[in-house]
Antibody
Framework: QVQLVQSGAEVKKPGASVKISCKAS????????IHWVRQAPGQGLEWMGM????????TYAQKFQGRVSMTRDTSTSTIYMDLNSLRSGDTAVYYC???????????WGQGTLVNVSP | DIQMTQSPSSLSASVGDRVTITCRASQSISKYLNWYQQKPGTAPKLLIYAASSLQSGVPSRFSGSGSGTDFTLTISSLQPEDFATYYC?????????FGQGTRLEIK
C-alpha cells in the first residue's frame, strides 16, 4: 500500500535550519511529484513547493525562495525538505503529499511539527 | 499568484442536510480544482480532483462542479463524520494555492 512516512517532530531556535524527510513506499517513486504543504497552528494550508523525483527538478513558492530546498534520494525513495533561517512564523505542521500531474494530493504523510522557539 | 476564495468561512448544518461550499479563483483555472477534507490533528484527505472527479473510496454523497473561476462542493446528505474543515486548491499553475477553508459545524 502507498505510504509516505515523515520524520519526527523538531524544536529549533530562531535562525536555525530544519531538514524533514518523507519516505515513500508502495508505488513507483519516480512516477509522482511530491509537494510540501504547511499548516501553522489554527491556520489554513499553505503550499510551499514541489519536486519531481524523476529528475529532481523543483518549483518553490516565491515566499520561500532562497530559504527552502527540496531534494530526493532515489536509492531510498526519500524526499527531503530543508528550511533555513527559521523564525517563529515557521512554527507549523509540515506535510508531504504525493501528487499526479495537475491533480490533488492523494496520499499524505502524517505531518511533522516544527516548533521554532527561543 | 492565483487567489482562491471560499465561502462561507463557516457553516452550521444538521445531519441529513444538503450543503454547498463555493470556491472562486481570481483568474481562470480551467478544471484544475481540488477539494480536501481535514479533521483536527490529521492530514488533509482528497475528495474531488479536476473539479468533478470523485477520488477513489470517497462516498458518492460528495460531488464537485464548475470550471473557469467558479466551483462548488456539494454534500448531498450530511453524515456525522462529515463535520470537518474543507479546502479548495487550484492545481493549474504554481504556486498551487489553497482557499482559506470552510469550517462545517454541527447545528
Amino acid at each position: 500500500q502507498v505510504q509516505l512516512v515523515q520524520s519526527g517532530a523538531e524544536v529549533k531556535k530562531p535562525g536555525a535550519s530544519v531538514k524533514i524527510s518523507c519516505k515513500a513506499s508502495g508505488y513507483t517513486f519516480t512516477y509522482y511529484y511530491i509537494h510540501w504543504v504547511r499548516q501553522a497552528p489554527g491556520q489554513g494550508l499553505e503550499w510551499m513547493g514541489m519536486i519531481n523525483p524523476s529528475g529532481g527538478s523543483t518549483t518553490y513558492a516565491q515566499k520561500f525562495q532562497g530559504r527552502v530546498s527540496m531534494t530526493r534520494d532515489t536509492s531510498t525513495s526519500t524526499i527531503y525538505m530543508d528550511l533555513n533561517s527559521l523564525r517563529s512564523g515557521d512554527t507549523a505542521v509540515y506535510y508531504c503529499a504525493r501528487v499526479a500531474y495537475r491533480s490533488g494530493g492523494d496520499y499524505w504523510g502524517q505531518g511533522t511539527l516544527v516548533n521554532v522557539s527561543p | 499568484d492565483i487567489q482562491m476564495t471560499q465561502s462561507p468561512s463557516s457553516l452550521s448544518a444538521s445531519v441529513g442536510d444538503r450543503v454547498t461550499i463555493t470556491c472562486r479563483a481570481s483568474q481562470s483555472i480551467s478544471k484544475y480544482l481540488n477539494w480536501y477534507q481535514q479533521k483536527p490533528g490529521t492530514a488533509p484527505k482528497l475528495l474531488i480532483y479536476a473539479a468533478s472527479s470523485l477520488q477513489s473510496g470517497v462516498p458518492s454523497r460528495f460531488s464537485g462542479s464548475g470550471s473557469g473561476t467558479d466551483f462548488t462542493l456539494t454534500i448531498s446528505s450530511l453524515q456525522p463524520e462529515d463535520f470537518a474543515t474543507y479546502y479548495c486548491q487550484q492545481s493549474y499553475t504554481s504556486p498551487f494555492t489553497f482557499g482559506q477553508g470552510t469550517r462545517l459545524e454541527i447545528k
